[in-house]
């Protein structure tokens, strides 16, 4: 049974970066007909906020990425202090002392020495007598645990085999002095308890994932298959995650970003597959293979998802907008007829809104100085709408027959002169949804 998991901390908004991370979990859940659980990383109480939480699952909801049962960090902490008396009866778990800056400058003096900045477990030397004297004096100590120093090897579903040098890695501390769970001890009790079978996450977990594997063998857990997808980057591969806050999933919806064009995007986007717009989750999930994702940063450029969001609603068929087109006004009789007219010319929901307005009120004429002549005449003899399919056929030939005008000459004038623009639906498709014309 295939379970996967997205793990969010609730402590700002999603962006692209996470989606990532939720839609992999999601699709390989999905496609294994097995379990895909949205777990809640709040074990910090100040960062954490229950908005947060709630814009989280509106995103996920947003896109159609369902869960299947919710899990919180933040109400297991009677688990992660079980957890924490294995590890100390097992003697891999140390309390330590040093405060931050102290712990800065030892690592500074390593740097100097041209030493790689590993915590040098000078508190593994402590007695008990030190340890209960530097209490008195400092308060509780926080917690480490005393990595194995072996290689620690996985076969990454993204990165191939990987093998870290636990040596080369500093003891995790996975309890604070004020004696908040680290994520590192909560995450591997979770991933243990609730079965995890696959992780996929970014690459800049993964040496996490190498002391993780530690953690999980010493608590007699099951570890689950990694992968770690390569970071995403601006268009010239500048870093993104400055960016990210104008990148989230809440902001990409308010520019009209359609769902369907976002996730065909990012579940191809640094794989050796093309990225193609699917029209429904499922042809994502058959379409999805995690390893033909590459190593390599992968830009992302947010321009992208236009095209794709166009080409998604070219394709809507006019029930799935109705509603949209209701709220906006657009008259039952002409709804689907204008829909079929617009979707053409939109790349977004919201540019409908232009189209309508113009159908409605008419546009303000656009005239050149050479074409007033012609379109004064030419609306001398244009009747007053509504007008039927034949009317644009009906007008230009009147407006060729009494000027000369024809081809280009005659049908841009009328275009501009109707519309305000020199570019838009083909006018006979147009012309029977004008409410009304201004001359
Ligand atoms: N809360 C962690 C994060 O957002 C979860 C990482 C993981 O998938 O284990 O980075």
Same mark, same amino acid.
């Given at each position: 049974?295939?379970?996967?998991?997205?793990?969010?901390?609730?402590?700002?908004?999603?962006?692209?970066?996470?989606?990532?991370?939720?839609?992999?979990?999601?699709?390989?859940?999905?496609?294994?007909?097995?379990?895909?659980?949205?777990?809640?990383?709040?074990?910090?109480?100040?960062?954490?906020?229950?908005?947060?939480?709630?814009?989280?699952?509106?995103?996920?909801?947003?896109?159609?990425?369902?869960?299947?049962?919710?899990?919180?960090?933040?109400?297991?902490?009677?688990?992660?202090?079980?957890?924490?008396?294995?590890?100390?009866?097992?003697?891999?778990?140390?309390?330590?002392?040093?405060?931050?800056?102290?712990?800065?400058?030892?690592?500074?003096?390593?740097?100097?020495?041209?030493?790689?900045?590993?915590?040098?477990?000078?508190?593994?030397?402590?007695?008990?007598?030190?340890?209960?004297?530097?209490?008195?004096?400092?308060?509780?100590?926080?917690?480490?645990?005393?990595?194995?120093?072996?290689?620690?090897?996985?076969?990454?579903?993204?990165?191939?085999?990987?093998?870290?040098?636990?040596?080369?890695?500093?003891?995790?501390?996975?309890?604070?002095?004020?004696?908040?769970?680290?994520?590192?001890?909560?995450?591997?009790?979770?991933?243990?308890?609730?079965?995890?079978?696959?992780?996929?996450?970014?690459?800049?977990?993964?040496?996490?994932?190498?002391?993780?594997?530690?953690?999980?063998?010493?608590?007699?857990?099951?570890?689950?298959?990694?992968?770690?997808?390569?970071?995403?980057?601006?268009?010239?591969?500048?870093?993104?995650?400055?960016?990210?806050?104008?990148?989230?999933?809440?902001?990409?919806?308010?520019?009209?970003?359609?769902?369907?064009?976002?996730?065909?995007?990012?579940?191809?986007?640094?794989?050796?597959?093309?990225? !193609?717009?699917?029209? $429904? #989750?499922?042809?994502?999930? /058959?379409?999805?293979? *995690?390893?033909?994702? =590459? @190593?390599? %940063?992968?830009?992302?450029?947010?321009?992208?998802?236009?095209?794709?969001?166009?080409?998604a609603l070219a394709h809507r068929p006019y029930p799935q907008?109705?509603?949209?087109?209701?709220?906006?006004?657009?008259?039952?009789?002409?709804?689907?007829?204008?829909?079929?007219?617009?979707? !053409?010319?939109?790349? $977004? #929901?919201?540019?409908?809104? /232009?189209?309508?307005? *113009?159908?409605?009120? =008419? @546009?303000? %004429?656009?005239?050149?100085?050479?074409?007033?002549?012609?379109?004064?005449?030419?609306?001398?003899?244009?009747?007053?709408?509504?007008?039927?399919?034949?009317?644009?056929?009906?007008?230009?030939?009147?407006?060729?027959?009494?000027?000369?005008?024809?081809?280009?000459?005659?049908?841009?004038?009328?275009?501009?002169?109707?519309?305000?623009?020199d570019h838009g639906p083909d006018m006979a498709a147009l012309?029977?949804?004008?409410q009304k014309v201004n001359r």
């Amino acid at each position: 049974m295939t379970v996967t998991r997205f793990a969010p901390s609730p402590t700002g908004y999603l962006h692209v970066g996470n989606l990532r991370t939720a839609l992999f979990n999601w699709l390989i859940a999905r496609a294994q007909g097995g379990t895909f659980i949205l777990r809640l990383d709040d074990t910090d109480p100040e960062r954490s906020k229950p908005e947060y939480a709630d814009a989280i699952k509106e995103d996920l909801e947003w896109l159609g990425l369902t869960w299947d049962r919710v899990e919180t960090q933040s109400s297991r902490l009677d688990r992660y202090e079980a957890a924490a008396e294995e590890l100390r009866a097992r003697g891999r778990f140390y309390e330590a002392f040093e405060t931050p800056t102290e712990l800065d400058l030892k690592r500074k003096k390593q740097l100097n020495m041209g030493r790689p900045p590993v915590y040098d477990r000078a508190a593994l030397a402590l007695s008990e007598d030190d340890k209960a004297k530097l209490r008195a004096e400092r308060g509780q100590g926080h917690w480490r645990f005393k990595l194995d120093q072996t290689r620690i090897e996985w076969d990454d579903g993204i990165l191939g085999p990987v093998s870290i040098d636990a040596a080369s890695v500093s003891d995790p501390v996975l309890i604070r002095a004020d004696g908040q769970f680290l994520y590192t001890l909560a995450s591997v009790c979770d991933d243990i308890d609730y079965g995890i079978t696959h992780v996929v996450r970014g690459s800049d977990h993964v040496t996490n994932t190498g002391t993780q594997i530690q953690i999980i063998s010493a608590l007699g857990g099951t570890v689950p298959s990694f992968a770690h997808h390569s970071l995403l980057t601006g268009p010239q591969g500048e870093a993104l995650s400055k960016r990210l806050g104008t990148l989230s999933l809440r902001d990409l919806r308010d520019q009209g970003v359609e769902p369907m064009a976002l996730l065909s995007h990012m579940a191809r986007l640094g794989s050796s597959q093309p990225v !193609d717009l699917r029209e $429904t #989750l499922d042809e994502v999930i /058959a379409g999805f293979d *995690l390893a033909t994702f =590459g @190593a390599a %940063p992968t830009k992302f450029d947010v321009k992208d998802l236009f095209p794709l969001t166009a080409h998604a609603l070219a394709h809507r068929p006019y029930p799935q907008v109705a509603g949209y087109l209701s709220a906006l006004g657009v008259p039952d009789a002409i709804a689907e007829a204008f829909w079929l007219v617009a979707r !053409d010319n939109i790349t $977004t #929901l919201k540019g409908l809104d /232009a189209w309508w307005v *113009l159908c409605r009120d =008419g @546009a303000t %004429p656009l005239i050149a100085p050479e074409d007033a002549e012609m379109v004064s005449i030419a609306f001398g003899l244009l009747p007053e709408p509504p007008y039927a399919a034949d009317s644009w056929k009906d007008w230009t030939a009147a407006v060729k027959e009494a000027t000369g005008r024809k081809g280009k000459g005659l049908f841009m004038p009328l275009r501009k002169a109707l519309t305000g623009m020199d570019h838009g639906p083909d006018m006979a498709a147009l012309m029977p949804l004008l409410q009304k014309v201004n001359r």
